[in-house]
Every structure is written in structure tokens, then in C-alpha cells.
């Protein structure tokens, strides 16, 4: 059975741990925060996901899975160790914060006493993983032999289960064929299941991440900006999105036209990779990524616009309900949530503004006290003079227009994520206005 570490018990950690040893790893996951690690020996999720839970519970109860805050325990116990650190965006800049992949790697090398692979999955400017291999070299103690593979992860907040059990491919990117087998072998019950897998140098791995989340990003914005045209021209983007998707070669996916895309990882890694691509020299190539992300941002400005429209022309002393906080539904994530966003941009615009999502309260109470939060639907939107869908959660695509028109002072509604029945609402005498559509 193979023995593992996965350093860092944030996201993208807890469900790599769970996930292998669900494939049949005995697995040690490590944190340095004393409480969340003690949260997760019990089973319990520091945040909201959707199975992960359960699957941490049944194999901290089966035995191949713990959690613990010490590398030495880490290094003595496992032969492959996964890095698995988050890379924020730097305060105050565009390029990625490395130093918990740095720091990880100075603590953990220098303990390893037997030949191991270290695995990068942390989401990385291309070149970060031959620097880094040159610093495992210089810490491995003498004699011990330290390999490092590439190996990024391409899991979506609310189906990570699911994501990582089956996935759509696995990038391996290695230096030689010793770490190949290695990962292979972690990953043989999923080669088994006819995943994929892409075995490249580790330039291309780091790339193949950063293309991808640069290539959905796109997409969403494309819509975004059809949108801005469908505004103007009378058109219906939804429509609009309808009718591109019977192309095979475009899809229907990821074309769902609103207040755009936001969280901890598409917009601080398109504009991680276009500074990278400054740095290498090939700024031009990439500088289509500035422009997706100012659609992006425009939206949240565009439904803002929307609602003082419905407000008479000012948001001053209005009562708005934004219905939605986290980046998206099935998740209590909040970084970068465009429905925060335009939460926080109604509030300095004079708006008392009240707040509702199913699961993010707590974490909208604790980094965004200046917003009221409602523990209901009803209770955020009465006396409202305008709503906002800002979340495209299953339970706001089901309120009843009547009743909630019963609640507010004016039946204004913005369906920011094109999520509600236009018709069903206007019927209900609602001013539906929604983002792209007339
Ligand atoms: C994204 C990628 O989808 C994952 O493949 C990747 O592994 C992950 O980033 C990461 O780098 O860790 P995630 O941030 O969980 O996953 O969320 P997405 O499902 O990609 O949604 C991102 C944002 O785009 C959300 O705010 C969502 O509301 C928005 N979106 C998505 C749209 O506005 N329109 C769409 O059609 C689709």
C-alpha cells in the first residue's frame, strides 16, 4: 500500500488526502493550524463541500487517513509527499504568493532520510517547479534521493469529490520515468477506470494548469461580452448562448452569461499567468487575459447600475437585498465572490443592504461586517426596494414571486446569473431586469 503526505489541509488538501485514500493509500495529511487539524481528525470540514465530509469521516474511522501538524511525522511515514499549499494572488500585486510552497518545501526536504517524490499540485508560474527542484536538491540530505514531480489538479469547488475520484485527466509532470511509475501506481485504480493521463515535462504540466483556468475564464467572459451587446442591441444572450452551443466545437459548457466568474482561483490565476508571461517577455501574448478580466469586472458594475436604475436613480437610503454570497453555489467560499462585490459596491453607494446565502453567512458576517446578514430569504428581502440574485443557488431559482413580492416594499428584481423565469416574475408584476437579456 502506498504511504503518503499531503501537506496543506486547506481545499484542495483534505480532498486529495480523502480522495487517496479512498483509491487505497494509507495517507497523513498535514496542517500547521492546531485546530483545523484537530477539526478534521474528528471528521469534521473547516469548510462547506458537498460528500467530503463523509469521505473523511469513513476513512479516518477505516484507519488510512489522519491528519497531524508534524512534518517529522510526515517525512518519517511517507514515501510520496503531495504539495498541496494554496498560492494566493500578493497583496497589493498580480503574481503569486509562493511562499507556503517555499516554506513547505524548507521544512519538509531537509527531514526526508530515505529515496521519496515530492508532487507539486499548488497552481504555479510556469518555471516555479525547475527552480524548486534545484532547492530540494541543495536541502535532501546527503545520499537521499529527492525527486520532484509536477502534477496539477483541476477540481471544481462543490463537485471536488467527485472531481477527484474521476477525473478527466491526469497531468503528470515528471523529470524521468522513476517518478512516472510512482504516480502511476498512486493513480492505478483511476488508470484502471480509463482516466487519461498526460505525462509531459514540468514546464507544460505548470501550463496545461494555467491554460486551462485561462481558457474557462475566456469563455465566461465571451459570454459576458455577447452580453454587453445583447444589451444594446435588444437581444437575449441566454438565447444567444443557445443557440452557439448546438456547435460541437463550441459547447454548451461554461457559457452561462452574468455577473461572471470570481473566487480563489480564476482571477488570481489569469492575472498570475499574464505577469508571468511580462516576465518571460511575451507580455503581448497574453495581454487578451487584462481584457477578459475587465469584462469580468464590469458585470458586477453593470448589475450595480441596474439596481439604482430600479431605485429611481440613486441607492441612497434604499433597501437592497442581494440574494447570494458565495462565488457560487455548492460552496461557503467568498474569495473574490462577484456577488460581495456588487453587495459591497450598493452599500458605499448609500444602500442598506442585507445579505442571504444558504450556507456562506458566517462567512459574510465575519469579512464583511458592514453587511447586514438574514438567516432567511424572506427576512433579507422585507420592505426591499430591489432584489438581487447574485448567487444562482437551487433554492432561489424556486421562490414563489407572489409570495416574496408580498414581503418587499417594491417588486424590483436584478437576475444577475440569468437564473429566474422572466415571465413567471414579470406575471407576478415584478420589474424584472436581468444581465444581457432586455
Ligand atoms: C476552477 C476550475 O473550474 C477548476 O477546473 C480548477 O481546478 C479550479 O478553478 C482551481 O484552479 O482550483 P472553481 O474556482 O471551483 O474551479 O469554480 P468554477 O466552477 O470554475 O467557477 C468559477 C466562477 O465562474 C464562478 O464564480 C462561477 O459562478 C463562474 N461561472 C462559471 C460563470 O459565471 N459562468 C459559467 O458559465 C461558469
Known sequence: MQRISVVGSGYLGVTHAAGLAELGCEVVGLDLDEAKVARLARGELPFHEPGLAELVREHVTSGRLRFTTSYDEAAEFADVH???VNTPQQPGGEVADLSHLEAAVHRLVPLLRRECLLVGKST???????RLAGVVADLAPAAVAVRLAWNPEFLREGHAVADTLSPDRIVL?????ESEKVLRDVYAPLADAGVPFVVTDLATAELIKSAANAF???KISFINAMAEVCEVAGADVTLLAKGLSYDPRIGDRFLDAGLGFGGGCLPKDIRAFAARAEELGVGD???????????NLRRRA????????QCGGTLDGRRVAVLGGAFKPDSDDIRDSPALHVAEELRRGGAEVTAYDPVANDN????HPALVCADTVEDACA???AVVLATEWAQFREVDPEALGTVVAHRHVVDARNALDPERWRRASWDYRALGRR
Open 82 to 84: 503531495f504539495l498541496c
Open 124 to 130: 504555479v508560474p510556469v518555471g516555479t517547479a525547475a
Open 173 to 177: 509532470g515528471v523529470t524521468g520515468q
Open 216 to 218: 474557462l475564464a475566456t
Open 285 to 295: 501574448a497574453l495581454s487578451f487575459l487584462r481584457e477578459v478580466d475587465s469584462i
Open 302 to 309: 453593470r448589475a450595480v447600475h441596474l439596481v439604482r436604475e
Open 364 to 367: 459574510i458576517r465575519r469579512h
Open 383 to 385: 420592505g426591499a426596494d
